[in-house]
């Protein structure tokens, strides 16, 4: 499975961004697909997941602000994010994860938020 993430970029403080991650190849094999983030000298940390069911999962830190949805049809995850603070800054990746120990990452898109 291959992961083509876009949206990312330069947005002041309490503005919006819309992320989305298009799954390519063996898409049956998907399960949860989610955006992970990497601040400049921190660890990977998640954002948040979306089952094929449409189960979500949130960070504590973007619960309210951000949210995930998933088009199956289109193979597509996207993460509208609002009310974007600084620490918010960060490279965003996708993740797919399912069967066959299935565990892709998309290339990173960075997000800075700033004045």
């Known amino acids: 499975v291959q992961l083509q993430a876009s949206g990312g970029g330069l947005v002041q403080p309490g503005g919006s961004l819309r992320l989305s991650c298009a799954a390519s190849?063996?898409?049956?094999?998907?399960?949860?697909m989610g955006w992970y983030r990497q601040g400049s000298g921190k660890q990977r940390e998640l954002v948040a997941t979306?089952?094929?069911?449409?189960?979500?999962n949130y960070a504590d830190s973007v619960k309210g602000r951000f949210t995930i949805s998933r088009d199956n049809a289109k193979n597509t995850v996207y993460l509208q994010m609002n009310s974007l603070k600084p620490e918010d800054t960060a490279v965003y990746y996708c993740?797919?994860?399912?069967?066959?120990?299935?565990?892709?990452w998309g290339q990173g898109t960075l997000v800075t938020v700033s004045r």
């Open positions: 979306i089952t094929s069911g449409g189960n979500t």
């Open positions: 993740n797919a994860r399912g069967v066959n120990f299935l565990d892709s």
């Open positions: 190849g063996s898409t049956f094999r998907i399960r949860v």
